[in-house]
């Protein structure tokens, strides 16, 4: 089975059905994940960053946060990660990204040693981070 992380933005996008806004094989990793030969991980900062998303109004799944939440997890395709101390540790290393959620997202990436779903330029440019977009 395929393992990846993914980043809150694509996370969202895959949600909302706004596939064309992810890069070719982001959205076949994603597609794969539906068909169930793929499994891919959330860490917690991204729920967090959809929850207040939610909250501005800039992602609306038609339903509350905890709903959508436990229906994405509860599906077996995608596995919350919790915030560790070790991805903590990691994140100390990943300052050249000047996000902090950008940076433990990309820390849980490199801890769990899976690549990471994203668009973001300055996470992509990290060297030992594989990235799928």
């Known amino acids: 089975m395929s393992l ?6 694509a996370l969202m996008w895959w949600s909302n059905g706004e596939v064309r806004r992810l890069g070719r094989a982001a959205r076949a990793f994603f597609e794969k994940t539906e068909l169930g030969s793929a499994a891919i991980y959330v860490p917690a900062f991204s729920l967090l960053e959809v929850a207040e998303a939610m909250r501005r109004g800039v992602f609306d799944p038609s339903q509350t946060f905890t709903a959508w939440a ?33 940076r433990l997202i990309a820390a849980s990436a490199r801890h ?22």
């Open 70 to 102: 436990r229906q994405l997890l509860d599906s077996g395709q995608f596995i919350a990660v919790d915030l560790t101390p070790e991805i903590l540790f990691e994140a100390e290393s990943l300052y050249s990204i000047p996000e902090r959620g950008d």
């Open 112 to 133: 769990l040693g899976y690549p990471l779903i994203t668009k973001d330029p300055a996470v992509r440019s990290i060297r030992g981070l594989e990235t799928i977009w």
């Open 4 to 9: 990846a992380v993914t980043d809150t933005h």
